[in-house]
């Protein structure tokens, strides 16, 4: 198994930046492929984006395309979301997710999640 754990999640204006991180530990990292998804008051938790073991297949939700950018560290077993022109649309629960196979767009993909990092939005 592994666990992660998401950090850098806060309170940001309209038009700014955020980077979430999001450790591993318990299993060898680079056997993963990596998602973020997000969860808003009210919505069912949706995908934002996915890499793969090594780095060089991405995927991103529509809604995001152009704004967020995912990485992984795989030497430091971590993977990031880079968040510009945040918007307030994009206020919710940020997860990390941990899967055994190919990077994909739905939950039932991932093995493991993280306990969730908030993220808010202003207007």
């Known amino acids: 198994q592994v666990q992660l754990v998401e950090s850098g999640g806060g309170l940001v204006q309209a038009g700014g930046s955020l980077r979430l991180s999001c450790a591993a530990s318990?299993?060898?990292?680079?056997?993963?492929?990596m998602g973020w998804f997000r969860q808003a008051p009210g919505k069912e938790r949706e995908f934002v984006t996915a890499v793969s073991w090594s780095g060089g297949t991405t995927y991103y939700a529509d809604s995001v395309k152009g704004r967020f950018t995912i990485s992984r560290a795989n030497a430091k077993n971590t993977v990031y979301l880079q968040m510009n022109s945040l918007k307030p649309e994009d206020t919710a629960v940020y997860y990390c997710?941990?899967?055994?196979?190919?990077?994909?767009?739905?939950?039932?993909?991932?093995?493991?999640w993280g306990q969730g990092t908030q993220v808010t939005v202003s207007s």
């Open positions: 318990g299993s060898t990292f680079s056997d993963y492929a």
């Open positions: 997710a941990a899967s055994h196979g190919i990077p994909q767009m739905v939950r039932r993909a991932y093995n493991y």
